[in-house]
């Protein structure tokens, strides 16, 4: 009997989907991509009735038609022991998650007009030393693991690390002054799983005016 191929429909780029793939790819299962490249894709979807509200991204799993990246996340999560071991354990991952999607906001700067991207970034990195950093650092000391919930891997853990990456990639001075995230953000990097997927083909690049002008294409005009 051969496995159900797990499909992921949404845009050629990281986005809201970057987050499932990241726990997929932690969990170690494969899945198939479909990157929409024409906005006749999106409405055909649309009218096949796949999209309970109309918007992507899309993951075909286990018969079912999921939508809404929160969602999408705490399935996966829940499909593969990646979201908590007790009730307790599984609220403070769901707090973690909706925390860490409050803070990624950071590859969305590049849809921002050019002369306002710099300000946009600044606030953000305000933000981001004010609140979402230090609350990071301590949930990882108060719970002293290592890991954000718990004494082993979970969704907290693997969406915190997508969200930090492209912070990152613009910031790259503030994770070190944050010695415990620090420590985490280099452990999960060498995660041999996500070592793995970040360095393959599956893993897009920052996103660029292409992508941005794309995106636009499809979702917007």
Same mark, same amino acid.
């Not at 990157?35 to 649309?46: G, P, W």
């Not at 710099?118 to 953000?124: A, H, I, R």
């Not at 930090?164 to 999960?188: N, R, S, T, V």
């Given at each position: 009997?051969?496995?159900?191929?797990?499909?992921?429909?949404?845009? @050629?780029?990281? *986005?809201?989907? %970057?987050?499932?793939?990241?726990?997929?790819?932690?969990?170690?299962? %494969?899945? /198939? /991509?479909?990157?929409?490249?024409?906005?006749? #894709?999106? &409405?055909?979807?649309?009218? =096949? *009735?796949?999209?309970?509200?109309?918007?992507?991204?899309?993951?075909?799993?286990?018969?079912? @038609?999921?939508?809404? +990246?929160?969602?999408?996340?705490?399935?996966?999560?829940?499909?593969? @022991?990646?979201? *908590?071991?007790?009730?307790? #354990?599984?609220?403070?991952?769901?707090?973690?998650? #909706?925390?860490? $999607?409050?803070?990624?906001?950071? *590859?969305?700067?590049?849809?921002?007009?050019?002369?306002?991207?710099?300000?946009?970034?600044? #606030?953000?990195?305000? $933000?981001?030393?004010?609140?979402?950093?230090?609350?990071? &650092?301590?949930?990882?000391?108060?719970?002293?693991?290592?890991?954000?919930?718990? =004494?082993?891997?979970?969704?907290? =853990?693997?969406?915190?690390? /997508?969200? !930090? !990456?492209?912070?990152? /990639?613009?910031?790259?001075?503030?994770?070190?002054?944050?010695?415990?995230?620090?420590?985490?953000?280099?452990?999960?990097?060498? @995660?041999?799983?996500?070592?793995?997927? !970040? +360095?393959?083909? $599956?893993?897009?690049?920052?996103? =660029?005016?292409?992508?941005?002008?794309?995106?636009? $294409?499809?979702?917007?005009?």
């Amino acid at each position: 009997m051969t496995s159900q191929i797990i499909k992921l429909t949404y845009v @050629n780029g990281r *986005g809201l989907a %970057e987050s499932g793939r990241m726990i997929m790819a932690a969990a170690g299962v %494969e899945w /198939e /991509e479909r990157h929409l490249a024409d906005k006749s #894709e999106i &409405e055909q979807l649309r009218k =096949d *009735g796949v999209l309970m509200f109309e918007q992507i991204p899309l993951l075909q799993i286990d018969g079912l @038609n999921l939508v809404q +990246s929160s969602a999408i996340n705490l399935y996966l999560a829940n499909k593969y @022991n990646l979201a *908590g071991k007790t009730a307790a #354990e599984k609220a403070t991952v769901n707090m973690v998650l #909706e925390g860490a $999607k409050d803070f990624g906001v950071y *590859g969305t700067i590049p849809f921002y007009p050019k002369e306002s991207q710099e300000k946009v970034l600044n #606030e953000n990195k305000k $933000k981001a030393e004010n609140r979402y950093l230090p609350a990071f &650092e301590k949930v990882l000391a108060d719970n002293n693991s290592g890991y954000f919930v718990g =004494d082993s891997l979970t969704a907290a =853990d693997i969406v915190v690390f /997508e969200k !930090l !990456l492209p912070m990152d /990639e613009y910031l790259p001075d503030l994770i070190p002054a944050y010695p415990k995230l620090h420590i985490f953000f280099d452990k999960m990097k060498n @995660n041999p799983n996500l070592s793995a997927y !970040l +360095s393959s083909n $599956k893993r897009f690049p920052q996103p =660029d005016d292409a992508y941005v002008a794309g995106v636009l $294409k499809i979702l917007y005009t």
